[in-house]
């Protein structure tokens, strides 16, 4: 068994008392976590890592997008093959980059037609989100099939509910040509509350194409994105909620190919998601109930036209996936049972339809590869959770899950876990351990290829789900110095997963079909220090240490580096005034070698690895105006040309400035 190496590490990050700010256009969602047991719990209570990004966050920081927004995330890794619109995937906690489950307003927003079902983090603007949490672990025993490395939950800006008419925005431009503007509006009227939202972001943007390949032009990939976002809501009494939202994005983009620049090469992503819920209180307040009826539709389109490196190569690739459903959820608050108190059961059922419609088509100089799929699947649900508080101190908790997917082999999921508090010694400690599920995307199960008319590969509609078994222990700890009783605080957190019937692609005799045949080890630790110095400044480092094997060969699996440090930190240098820079280390991690070749039978040979690299990111705010600010926006100000995924660098410097307002 290898040994994770630990050691404390100092930090750099963070926030001081909050100044008179902008004056915020949705009433602030409380400092609980509902991601991590679908009951609103105190952070602290939560038995589980997690971290939430704010709105004060997002501004303060100068985040994007999702992918920005999550780089300085404790056993996040986040791989990027360029800007804005690239391919971005994410690895939590050593998992794949399809064992994360994204949610929006709690609905599943994975590509029901991705290969491998996962989120592209590399797509959603931020301009309509309110808070992102991000709880790390097993939890497919509240969320269901990807959930094995852990859930990110983005929750949308909220209604001010003292304010009739309360409009927001901003507006910046900078380098590569970059503008990005967004207006929006909040308010209460009576029984009813609404939100409407519209922003927009276009840039130059910067070759992703490593400067390495002698191919290298460089041409440019440019981002054109927009996104609008609509709630309705209606409160008839107290207790009882009923609340509609849409929300809408679509992004247009250039893309590359590796080992040469392609300036024919585009793409467009778009998405549609809707829910309708009602949620009422009965029996005095003891039972919540609530039914939700979402849908959403993804679909992305891939276009390359022959360009001067490339006169024969044509694609045009299509993907569409819809999931549509219908949740039913409650929580009954349960009552004090001599030194068990705060009781809290919950349950519900779901029942969820997915569909994908994608057609690739490649022809070229060496023959014409297609690639099609038309499925469906039902998946239906029931849950059930149990929270007790013991003796003011110990919160202890349960879940159980059985999923079933039309074809595939039913999955019972569960999980344990256990928060204390120790006041006498400042700290929290907690403890949990549970089993998580993927379920086959409908591409591994039904897709098929073929090339010149001759079939070459097809789905396995036989395959089974992935499995894990994971566990974690943390604890937080307040330390006083210099008359600050929480002058620093550090956390630590050892976690380990096993994972099985791991989903590959195989070769034989006839073609390529998927198969259950790995499995995956996988440990490691997140270590955190934050330090309180003076009041004007505060400073965060996070450590995640990650040792994640081929059970089978014993080798690193790709893109998962054994080292990530962020350093972050929150200075106020003068009144209404925030700086707020980060530092972002990532160490090496290893690739899948390859190997291309170029039209005149050139070979390019690809490292094995990709390379350790450093970024330096800093935003600072000027409140001029009580219900205005000014701000400035740095990137990569080492113009680092690191590559965090084989082939593919880091965008350029850039710098934007701008407004924001709240009225």
């Known amino acids: 068994m290898r040994r994770v190496t630990l050691a404390l590490s100092g930090a750099l990050a963070g926030g001081i008392a909050a100044l008179p700010g902008l004056a915020h256009a949705q009433a602030p969602i409380p400092d609980t976590i509902i991601t991590g047991t679908r009951i609103p719990t105190p952070q602290e209570r939560v038995p589980a890592a997690a971290t939430v990004i704010t709105r004060q966050d997002i501004e303060e920081r100068g985040y994007q997008t999702l992918a920005e927004a999550l780089t300085a995330v404790p056993g996040l890794r986040i791989a990027p093959q360029g800007g804005p619109g690239q391919l971005t995937s994410a690895f939590l906690r050593g998992t794949g980059s399809g064992n994360v489950l994204v949610l929006i ?17 590399g797509q959603d603007l931020l301009f309509d989100v309110e808070r992102i949490e991000v709880v790390r672990g097993p939890l497919s025993s509240l969320y269901g099939s990807s959930a094995i490395g852990g859930v990110v939950n983005l929750i949308t800006r909220r209604a001010a509910p003292d304010k009739a008419f309360a409009p927001y925005g901003e507006l910046a431009g900078g380098t590569q040509n970059t503008l990005r503007g967004g207006l929006g509006a909040t308010g209460t009227v009576g029984a009813f509350d609404y939100l409407m939202s519209g922003f927009s972001q276009s840039t130059r943007g910067f070759n992703a194409l490593a400067p390495r390949f002698e191919t290298n032009i460089p041409e440019r990939d440019g981002f054109r994105g927009a996104t609008g976002t609509a709630r309705l809501g209606w409160t008839p009494i107290e207790g009882t909620r009923f609340e509609g939202l849409l929300r809408w994005r679509e992004n247009r983009f250039g893309l590359d190919n590796v080992p040469q620049d392609d300036p024919n090469y585009s793409g467009r992503d778009r998405r549609w998601a809707g829910q309708l819920r009602g949620e009422t209180k009965l029996l005095d307040g003891v039972w919540t109930t609530g039914m939700r009826v979402f849908s959403t539709e993804q679909s992305r389109r891939y276009t390359n036209l022959p360009d001067q490196f490339d006169a024969f190569t044509r694609e045009d ?13 409650n929580t009954v608050r349960l009552p004090s049972a001599g030194p068990f108190t705060d009781g809290a059961f919950g349950f519900g059922v779901t029942h ?20 099609n799929l038309r499925a469906q699947q039902h998946t239906t649900s029931g849950w059930a959770s149990l929270q007790y508080r013991l003796l003011e101190r110990l919160d202890l908790s349960g879940g159980l899950r059985q999923d079933n997917v039309t074809g595939v082999e039913g999955a019972t999921t569960w999980k ?18 549970g089993t998580a599920f993927r379920a086959p995307s409908l591409f591994e199960r039904y897709g098929i290829g073929a090339f010149d008319g001759f079939q070459v590969s097809t789905g396995n509609p036989d395959l089974k789900p992935e499995r894990s078994f994971g566990w974690e222990i943390g604890s937080d700890t307040d330390l006083p110095a210099f008359g600050n009783r929480r002058f620093a605080t550090a956390s630590w957190t050892f976690f380990r997963s096993h994972v099985r019937d791991q989903i590959v692609n195989v070769f034989g005799p006839t073609g390529s079909t998927y198969a ?29 240490i990650t040792e994640a094997f081929d059970a089978e060969t014993d ?3 790709p893109r998962r580096p054994e080292t990530v440090v962020s350093l972050t930190a929150r200075l106020v240098p003068l009144p209404k005034v925030v700086v707020a820079p980060t530092v972002l280390l990532t160490g090496r991690s290893p690739e899948a070698a390859f190997a291309s070749y170029a039209n005149d039978g050139t070979a390019y040979a690809y490292a094995r690895s990709n390379p350790a690299g450093a970024v330096v990111n800093v935003t600072a705010s000027w409140q001029a105006f009580d219900q205005a600010a000014l701000f400035l926006e740095a990137r990569n100000l080492g113009n680092s040309r690191w590559e965090p995924v084989n082939g593919f660098v880091t965008p350029g410097r850039s710098v934007l400035v701008g407004t924001r307002f709240a009225l």
């Not at 307003?105 to 983090?121: I, R, S």
């Not at 934050?530 to 995640?544: G, H, I, N, V």
């Open 317 to 329: 690739s299509r993907f569409r996936g819809t999931r549509t459903g219908v949740d039913w959820g």
């Open 352 to 371: 969820t339809l997915e569909e994908a419609r994608t057609t690739q088509s490649f022809p070229s100089d060496f023959g014409d590869f297609t690639s």
């Open 416 to 433: 344990l876990g256990a928060a204390l508090a120790l006041p006498e010694v400042a700290s929290r400690l907690r403890l949990s351990a």
């Open 105 to 121: 307003d709690g609905v599943p927003a994975n590509d029901v037609g991705a290969p491998t079902g996962g989120f592209d983090f």
């Open 516 to 544: 259950n045949i790995n499995r995956a080890d996988i440990h490691g630790a997140e270590l955190g220090m934050t330090l309180r110095p003076a009041s004007w400044f505060e400073t965060t480092a996070a450590w995640t």
């Open 555 to 557: 080798r690193r699996l």
